[in-house]
């Protein structure tokens, strides 16, 4: 209970009792002694009740893991009632199939069975007061075996019947979070559903599970791939869950093996899950969780997911490592819905993908709609932030390699009335290219996309990753006179930390200074940098070196009297037509602190 308040400030939404709490599976009223005793002087335990409330005074949703097909072999219940316990066809009790333990799963076909499960789950929202329940090892209802009280029953029916069971014991307005359960019957039942394998403290299956079953068994590297896959279910089927993001030092796991699950984890938009002591996370590692909470229930689209051979160097590896999303101010652009050419050479994954992505267009408690419209793969941000386009490129391989994305299927979205695109007119002057990540900035220069389509199918994003490693770069047009918001460490988006943006020419204020003010969410304690540009056509400096210092200054609202010089950190080029090079603008870097306390300015530079 005592971490209840880092969870606060994280902005943690909901605090979920894990397994471990019972005494044995199927038992969901015998707790452990030691660890939840008993509260109360009316005969009853009261633990649970009393943890539930605890959570709820936290201003956090109270959850609880159960597994309410499934009991152990030394459980009561196993003793009580035998014969709830399906067996195969040899007459045996049927093999659970769980690399962690044998447990034996209950016949969902007999209606006691039925009730029986019904109970404990009624008992642990109306009794105890739980409104989001983790049910796992959902698959334990339906296994294999002709032992069963009505054989009559397909396995797909009996595992339909088995979730809407627990549906109709937890009513409509409960959460609940599938977990080991064949995906088709759950559609429509649960809200949330575990998409990948468990995450595991190594990046393959580690001894003693059988290294040549990593496709199942618990590992980074099944997470990853499943949550990549499945990515195009989430928010239409339900909210995707990938597992918990592992953060803590006592893993095998490396920064950039974090990273990348985080990366995976804020790309695909479904849900964050932390199971670390927090108190005991260093400053690195909880960092990596700060900058992609909040999620923006966005699903970003897998550009590879067909053509994902060669990801890992390794024939057939089905492990895609390009995942796009686009950040936008305009509403038209959002509402649009995504054309391509007809041209062959432009039949690639994208076009696969997206016929694919027709064929699931449902989003709970959504009305339909077409699953072309950019607002599926689109961040909304506040005004005067424009639009960019965030991909994300990873190297799944045990190598180092260079990795790359085709401009073209990142170029960032814009408004149109015709089915030519033309993306020649978004930036003569090129784009701002920023890695989050390593946080750098490097100018990019504009391509004629339409005029010569295999020269900018060649024009590529290219970088050099570490085994295991992920980067994030935001693409945006560069424009000719109004500052930008390039990008921060704050926040993976570069943008949805943002609440305001605004620019004040110098003839709105007075002649001798304009104001740029930029306001950023302070729902939380955070610090880092921003990154904006400012176009020299409002303040000349063409003169100065990219490192030198400028005659910029800019404080915090919450400090007035403080003045801070900003730190250019490029300056961008553009040719002329006569071939000589002139300085449009410069990339400034400038610090902020975030005090998430309510304090007046907090958040809050005035450039």
Same mark, same amino acid.
Not at 54 to 61: A, D, F, L, P, T
Not at 69 to 88: R, V
Not at 294 to 317: C, Q
Not at 399 to 420: A, F, H
């Given at each position: 209970?005592?971490d ?35 509260t109360?002087?009316?005969?009853l335990?009261n633990?649970m /009740? $009393?943890?539930?409330s ?5 201003e956090?949703?109270?959850?609880l ?6 009991c ?8 009580? =009632? ?9 007459? /045996? ?10 447990? !034996? ?5 007999n209606?006691?069975?039925?009730? !029986?499960?019904y109970?404990?789950?009624?008992r ?5 007061? !739980?409104? *989001? ?21 397909t ?6 019947t088995? %979730? ?8 409509p307005? @409960?959460?609940l979070?599938?977990?080991? &359960? ?8 649960v809200?949330?559903?575990? @998409?990948?394998? $468990? ?9 003693? %599970? ?6 199942? %068994?618990p ?5 990853? +791939? ?12 339900w =909210? ?12 095998s796991?490396n920064?950039?093996e ?9 790309m ?7 199971? $670390?002591?927090l #108190?005991?996370?260093d400053?690195? +590692? ?35 490592? *390009? ?29 696969q ?28 941000? &506040? ?5 960019? #386009?965030?991909?994300?490129?990873s ?17 960032p979205?814009?408004? !149109? ?12 002057l090129?784009y ?8 750098t ?6 391509t ?9 199918k060649?024009?590529?994003i290219?970088?050099k *990753?570490k085994?295991h490693e ?16 390039v990008?921060?460490?704050?926040h ?8 305001s943006?605004t ?9 001798? /200074?304009?104001?740029v ?38 404080? =915090?609202?919450?400090?007035p009297l ?6 250019v ?11 000589? @090079? ?12 975030? =005090?998430g306390?309510?304090?007046q ?7």
């Amino acid at each position: 209970l005592g971490d209840f308040n880092r969870q606060k400030k994280m902005g943690s939404e909901v605090a979920v009792v894990d397994d471990g709490y019972i005494t044995a599976w199927g038992d969901w009223d015998s707790f452990k002694p030691k660890s939840f005793p008993s509260t109360g002087n009316n005969g009853l335990n009261n633990s649970m /009740r $009393d943890i539930a409330s605890e959570i709820s005074k936290n201003e956090m949703k109270p959850g609880l893991w159960m597994a309410p097909y499934a009991c152990d072999k030394f459980s009561k219940l196993a003793k009580l =009632h035998p014969e709830w316990i399906i067996k195969n066809d040899a007459g /045996r009790y049927a093999n659970s199939s769980n690399c962690g333990k044998f447990f !034996y799963g209950l016949d969902a076909t007999n209606p006691e069975v039925l009730d !029986y499960a019904y109970r404990c789950v009624h008992r642990a929202v109306h009794q105890w007061g !739980y409104r *989001l329940l983790k049910l796992d090892f959902l698959y334990a209802a339906c296994l294999e075996g002709n032992g069963k009280y009505n054989p009559s029953m397909t396995r797909a029916e009996v595992m339909s019947t088995a %979730l809407r069971n627990l549906r109709n014991a937890a009513g409509p307005n @409960v959460e609940l979070i599938g977990c080991g &359960c064949p995906l088709g019957p759950a559609v429509g039942v649960v809200d949330s559903m575990r @998409v990948s394998a $468990d995450v595991g403290p190594t990046w393959y299956p580690a001894l003693p %599970l059988p290294w040549w079953d990593e496709g199942t %068994l618990p590992s980074l590297r099944a997470m990853v +791939r499943n949550s990549l896959t499945r990515a195009s279910l989430s928010h239409r089927w339900w =909210h995707n869950d990938p597992d918990c993001l592992l953060l803590g030092r006592t893993t095998s796991l490396n920064d950039n093996e974090v990273r990348s699950a985080a990366t995976v984890v804020a790309m695909t938009g479904g849900m964050l899950l932390l199971s $670390d002591d927090l #108190s005991m996370l260093d400053s690195s +590692r909880l960092r990596v969780a700060q900058v992609v909470y909040p999620l923006t229930g966005v699903t970003g689209m897998v550009l590879d997911v067909h053509n994902a051979n060669a990801a890992e160097g390794i024939a057939g590896s089905g492990f895609p490592s *390009l995942v796009r999303l686009w950040c936008s101010d305009d509403k038209d652009i959002m509402n649009q819905a995504m054309i391509y050419e007809g041209n062959d050479e432009r039949e690639d994954s994208i076009s696969q993908t997206l016929r694919n992505s027709f064929l699931a267009s449902f989003r709970p408690n959504k009305p339909w709609s077409d699953p072309r419209m950019r607002s599926r793969n689109c961040v909304p941000v &506040c005004d005067g932030l424009g639009t960019w #386009s965030i991909a994300s490129i990873s190297n799944w391989s045990n190598n180092e390699r260079i990795v790359s994305i085709p401009l073209t299927s990142i170029m960032p979205p814009m408004k !149109y009335d015709v089915d030519v695109i033309d993306h020649n007119d978004q930036s003569s002057l090129g784009y701002h290219l920023f890695s989050f990540w390593s946080s750098t900035y490097v100018w990019f220069p504009s391509t004629d996309v339409n005029n010569d389509l295999k020269s900018a199918k060649d024009n590529k994003i290219s970088m050099k *990753l570490k085994p295991h490693e992920s980067e994030i770069v935001h693409l945006k047009p560069v424009s000719q006179s109004t500052p930008q918001y390039v990008g921060s460490d704050i926040h993976f988006t570069c943008g949805f930390e943002v609440s305001s943006f605004t620019f004040t020419p110098a003839s709105k204020i007075d002649k001798s /200074r304009s104001e740029v003010v930029v306001s950023l969410k302070t729902n939380e304690e955070r610090n880092g940098f921003i990154f904006l540009y400012i176009p020299d056509s409002i303040c000349t400096m063409s003169s100065l070196s990219p490192t030198s210092t400028i005659p910029l200054t800019y404080f =915090h609202q919450n400090d007035p009297l403080t003045e801070f010089q900003a730190e250019v950190v490029s300056k961008l080029p553009h040719v002329r037509s006569d071939g000589s @090079v002139e300085y449009i603008g410069k990339v400034l870097k400038l610090a902020i602190n975030i =005090h998430g306390d309510g304090r007046q300015g907090d958040g809050r530079i005035v450039l």
